[in-house]
């Protein structure tokens, strides 16, 4: 998914809504890419994209 927080959370928020998924995984540093590089992407879901799905979809498992 590539967007700004809001249009992740919408995304996602659309995904689980429809199919009824509400756990993700993700593949948290792509081939090719160095762990470093990954670190303010992973901070930015965290702290900006998680949230609002917990709320909106219940807290973390």
């Given at each position: 998914?590539?967007?700004n927080a809001e249009e992740c959370v919408e995304q996602l928020s659309v995904f689980v809504s429809e199919f009824g998924i509400p756990d993700l995984v993700s593949?948290?540093?792509p081939l090719?890419?160095?762990p470093e590089r990954?670190?303010?992407s992973q901070?930015?879901?965290v702290?900006?994209?998680a949230p609002p799905l917990w709320t909106r979809f219940g807290g973390p498992a």
């Open positions: 998914m590539v967007g593949w948290a540093v090719g890419l160095r990954m670190v303010p901070e930015r879901f702290c900006d994209v």
